[in-house]
């Protein structure tokens, strides 16, 4: 069960501090390059009116949201229906976009209003999808298994936190630390709100500034990406092929999830491979595959449309160090006193 565990869970003896602040210099300096490339490029529209950078490649390049309220999976009263007609699109959208109030005195009521904060997704842009789930492969729009193997890991995984999870900080769950969340991927799944894009794109790498958790995926197109190195969102290797940007991603650290996936953890032999290809002036399809024969019996495959805004995209500013780390491990050391009195006053 150890050896599971640490497969799971080695972050917590690693500091993150320096390899951090490097990631975000080089994302700053890729950031920095790319409106001086993009001002050296003729930006045409061919082909439809999809803009154009002067090599031909399509640009990517701009402001970009994948909020849906299409789920990941299909719901199984669905069956095989893969697509919804415009009118039951309509009318599920309108029932996933109400607003309820919570209930006073309940967790969910502690949580802001999302709507006081313009964080409700009927205030924002959705991209349009009549497909009735994210996943597409396979054809029921369902995950298939997980491995025998995968499976022992979440469960080691459980009764490791089980008994230390509240130990100190670096016990909790990396979303919780405001490490890295589910959704960020790859594959980038939507996620409740905050979820855009900023893709800024050069001759020789694309740039993926994720507005939450504020992290950047540089992207290179020249066959410079760092072979076996384990990082929280992969080693990403890009090419064009036609019209669309393959993206393949391999390298993760074993420590990580797709948002929406059980729980299932990306293992370091993971590929995962991402295709955009920008369909018209304001819509990029989006394309993945998750190939990792060593937690899932099969590869799976989704895909949904990014809608283009107008931005700009401000900083989702999450900290380790806040008061919700604080509260949660002062609360439980008071409960391990109230504990501790309990059991020596019955002695």
Not at 65 to 72: A, R
Not at 98 to 113: L, R
Request: glycine share 8%; aromatic share 8%.
């Amino acid at each position: 069960m150890n050896e599971l565990v640490s497969e799971f869970r080695s972050v917590r003896r690693v500091t993150l501090a320096a390899p951090t602040a490097l990631a975000f210099m080089l994302a700053c300096a890729a950031v920095a390059l790319a409106p001086a490339a993009a001002d050296a490029q003729t930006v045409e529209a061919r082909a439809g009116g999809v803009p154009r950078n002067s090599a031909g490649h399509p640009l990517l390049q701009g402001h970009w949201t994948n909020s849906t309220v299409i789920p990941m999976q299909r719901p199984e009263e669905l069956g095989d229906k893969a697509y919804y007609s415009e009118e039951e699109l309509a009318e599920f959208t309108s029932r996933r976009l109400v607003i309820t109030e919570t209930t006073p005195g309940t967790n969910a009521d502690v949580h802001y209003f999302l709507d006081d904060f313009g964080l409700d997704r009927s205030q924002n842009v959705l991209a349009v999808n009549r497909r009735t789930s994210i996943l597409i492969d396979p054809p029921n729009g369902r995950f298939p298994e997980p491995t025998p193997h995968a499976r022992e890991i979440m469960a080691a995984e459980r009764a490791w936190r089980a008994e230390h999870g509240y130990d100190s900080a670096a016990s909790r769950p990396l979303a919780e630390r405001c490490v890295i969340w589910a959704h960020e991927g790859p594959p980038m799944m939507p996620v409740g709100y905050n979820s855009n894009f900023q893709i800024m794109q050069t001759a020789d790498h694309v740039v993926i500034l994720i507005e939450m958790l504020h992290d950047a995926r540089i992207i290179p197109l020249d066959d410079s990406a760092p072979p076996g190195v384990g990082q929280w969102l992969g080693s990403s290797q890009g090419r064009w092929d036609g019209d669309t940007l393959v993206v393949e991603t391999t390298g993760f650290t074993g420590e990580t999830a797709v948002r929406s996936a059980g729980g299932v953890p990306v293992s370091p032999e993971a590929r995962v491979t991402e295709r955009l290809t920008r369909t018209s002036p304001d819509s990029i399809l989006y394309e993945f595959t998750v190939d990792d024969p060593a937690m899932w019996t099969r590869p799976w495959s989704g895909e949904y449309a990014m809608a283009r805004l107008d931005g700009p995209m401000f900083e989702y500013a999450c900290h380790e160090g806040n008061y919700g780390i604080a509260n949660i491990l002062s609360g439980q050391r008071f409960e391990e006193q109230q504990a501790a009195e309990q059991a020596a006053a019955s002695q």
